[in-house]
């Protein structure tokens, strides 16, 4: 069993800056990458940013050029730099992890951007 745990969110004014962490844990025998979806009042959950344990990473088209994503060297900690963020960022952040062959989600932490 994998455990998923993310951290990191807060209300931030519009432009402002925060970083999401996410860590992964228990018996972890394979990893194939991490990543943060969101999901917002009322919308589907999206895909923000993925990256592969070799490095290689994906951006939703609203985020790119804004937000950044890291994996640590132990490839079991993920994190999520988020800059210039925008009313529209509100959400609730989800981190999920691809490892053993199946994906773990986290419980999900808040992001709200709002003046």
Do not use: H
């Not at 990191?8 to 999401?20: M, T």
């Not at 985020?63 to 490839?75: E, H, L, M, P, S």
């Not at 079991?76 to 210039?84: D, E, I």
């Amino acid at each position: 069993q994998v455990q998923v745990v993310e951290s990191g969110g807060d209300l931030v004014q519009p432009g402002g800056s925060l970083r999401l962490s996410c860590a992964a844990s228990g018996s972890i025998n394979s990893i194939y990458g991490m990543g943060w979806y969101r999901q917002a009042p009322g919308k589907q959950r999206e895909l923000v940013a993925q990256i592969t344990s070799g490095g290689s990473t994906t951006y939703g088209d609203s985020v790119k050029g804004r937000f950044t994503i890291a994996i640590d060297n132990a490839k079991t900690t993920v994190y999520l730099q988020m800059n210039s963020l925008k009313v529209d960022d509100t959400a609730v952040y989800y981190c999920s992890a691809a490892m053993n062959g199946l994906v773990y989600w986290g419980q999900g932490t808040q992001v709200t951007v709002s003046s």
